[in-house]
């Protein structure tokens, strides 16, 4: 039973010592950054009424919520995802604004994740929203951040994919193709099944250019010239503006000298079905997974009572920590500690010393000491912590004893 207490439930882990000290530290430089592109903090509550992520609103299947009940009845859910949160924040605190609101958030999510399959279910994400905004100036300046981001973490090696939803949905309305055929496409689409794809395509009653166009997609990924391949494929006006989207959202991204970070996958559907726009996923090398997911949701606010373009992205810092680590970068950390240890009749000295270092900005680890141990093995103790030095105090003198060395 002992055992059994010390044990953590399926999907989720202990962070501690240098880990968690890492990740604070990597959090903290997106912040920074975050707050550079004018954001402000926001902070919503972990749990939240089930109706604010209902798959209405495109947000996760209820299979996959943690769900239980008030002493109302009331249905509320550990966040899945908190871009719906914030839209009802923004709904609900900004309802008279036009002009761009700019948010920035980190925390966790939870998402009840079938079992056995190694994923964890609750997950740090640090990000940010900007609302009443729907040009491709503000596509591009998401964009950019992104790409700040990761830079300000150490990574160098990393690349941002594009996709656009409306390239997708002026092929389905085109063809006049109905919802529940849609969503098998969708299906397909996003677990890249293309030969799954094409025998589904092939028994479907649909002209010959938009199957042509639905079996291309396994193709169009690349730089800006697959845009003139797309834009050959398709002649609906729905998916020809959102080709003329994408390179203005590339001729403002080249102005901030970011192009060679970008690329294109036009096959790229994410999961939330609340995406409208531009869509995106950064990769790098050290993990399978994206390390940032996000893109334009222009019809989220309206489900809250307030019609506004908005557009976001989640870094999700496990994933990038366990790229920085495979990477071999080295991630920032709190500056190094300092032990001060002393019998109890030097405890004013060494108060005071310990006092002194703190006011100077130093960690500083005050330890009255036991003789159930050595100085050796306070010495040894704090070798491993990675501590710089142990203060032995002995009465106004101090014998300071270099780690480092």
């Known amino acids: ?3 059994t207490l010390l044990q953590t439930p399926e999907g989720v882990r202990d962070i501690y010592a240098a880990e968690c000290d890492e990740k604070k530290m990597l959090m903290e430089e997106i912040h920074k950054v975050l707050k550079l592109y004018g954001n402000q903090d926001i902070e919503t509550p972990h749990f939240e009424f089930f109706d604010i992520f209902n798959f209405d609103k495109g947000s996760a299947p209820s299979t996959d919520m943690y769900k239980f009940f008030d002493r109302d009845n009331n249905t509320l859910v550990l966040r899945p995802d908190i871009t719906p949160s914030v839209a009802r924040c923004v709904a609900k605190y900004y309802a008279d604004d036009n002009l761009p609101i700019r948010l920035c958030y980190q925390g966790q999510t939870f998402t009840n994740a079938p079992k056995h399959q190694g994923k964890l279910s609750e997950i740090t994400q640090i990000g940010c929203e900007l609302f009443n905004d729907d040009s491709s100036a503000a596509d591009a300046e998401m964009l ?34 109905d919802s529940d055929v849609e969503y098998k496409l969708r299906q397909y689409i996003r677990i890249k099944n293309f030969f799954g794809l094409s025998e589904y395509v092939s028994g479907l009653n649909i002209p010959d250019k938009t199957r042509m166009a639905i079996l291309s997609l396994d193709t169009l990924f690349g730089g800006p010239e697959m845009l003139d391949k797309a834009e050959k494929l398709v002649d609906n006006p729905r998916s020809l503006d959102a080709i003329d989207r994408m390179r203005k959202v590339y001729t403002a991204i080249s102005y901030y000298g970011y192009q060679d970070y970008i690329g294109y996958d036009l096959s790229m559907i994410n999961g939330y079905d609340y995406y409208t726009g531009i ?16 893109g334009r949701y222009n019809n989220l606010l309206s489900q809250f009572g307030k019609g506004a373009p908005s557009i976001g992205f989640a870094i999700y810092v496990d994933e990038l920590m366990n790229a920085l680590r495979r990477q071999k970068i080295d991630m920032k950390k709190s500056p190094a500690g300092i032990a001060v240890i002393y019998d109890i009749e ?11 270092l703190r006011s100077e900005g130093r960690n500083t680890d005050l330890i009255r000491r036991s003789k159930k141990h050595t100085l050796d093995e306070y010495e040894q103790y704090f070798r491993s912590k990675g501590y710089t030095a142990v203060y032995e105090v002995n009465g106004d003198k101090n014998n300071i004893i270099n780690l480092d060395a």
């Open 1 to 3: 039973m002992k055992d």
């Open 144 to 177: 950019a951040c992104i790409i700040d981001c990761m830079k300000a973490v150490g990574l160098e090696d990393f690349r941002i994919e594009l996709g656009v939803v409306d390239f997708f949905k002026g092929i389905m309305e085109s063809a006049g193709i």
């Open 279 to 294: 869509v995106y996923r950064g990769f790098t090398y050290g993990t399978g997974n994206p390390v940032v997911k996000g």
């Open 346 to 356: 030097d405890q004013e000295h060494a108060v005071k010393l310990a006092a002194s």
